[in-house]
């Protein structure tokens, strides 16, 4: 059974940073393209960041040069740094496959406020 566990979500002011965390068991990343995506209530989940097996990184625009995705497949796990956050970015920040998909995990809370 595959479980996916994100953290490393925190309050924060706006212009502050924070690095989410993913890891897993029961599958291993190295062999699939992987992203984080965030969700607010009564929205749709959306793709913020996604990074393929060859690390080629891929950016929704209303993120790109604040937010970078990486992986450390000896790790298993999958990164998004996360810098110059905005009162918008609040969210709950998931990670998954972008190609196929898992159960989705709990999740981790990002709350960015003054």
């Known amino acids: 059974q595959v479980q996916l566990v994100e953290s490393g979500g925190d309050n924060v002011q706006p212009g502050g940073s924070l690095r989410l965390s993913c890891t897993a068991s029961?599958?291993?990343?190295?062999?699939?393209?992987m992203g984080w995506y965030r969700q607010v209530p009564g929205k749709r989940r959306e793709l913020v960041a996604s990074?393929?097996?060859?690390?080629?990184?891929s950016y929704a625009d209303f993120v790109k040069g604040r937010l970078t995705i990486s992986r450390d497949d000896a790790k298993n796990a999958v990164y998004l740094q996360m810098n110059s956050l905005k009162p918008e970015d609040t969210a709950v920040y998931y990670c998954?496959?972008?190609?196929?998909?898992?159960?989705w995990g709990q999740g981790t809370q990002v709350t960015v406020s003054s």
């Open positions: 998954n496959g972008v190609q196929y998909w898992w159960s």
């Open positions: 990074i393929s097996s060859g690390n080629s990184t």
């Open positions: 029961g599958v291993l990343f190295r062999f699939n393209a």
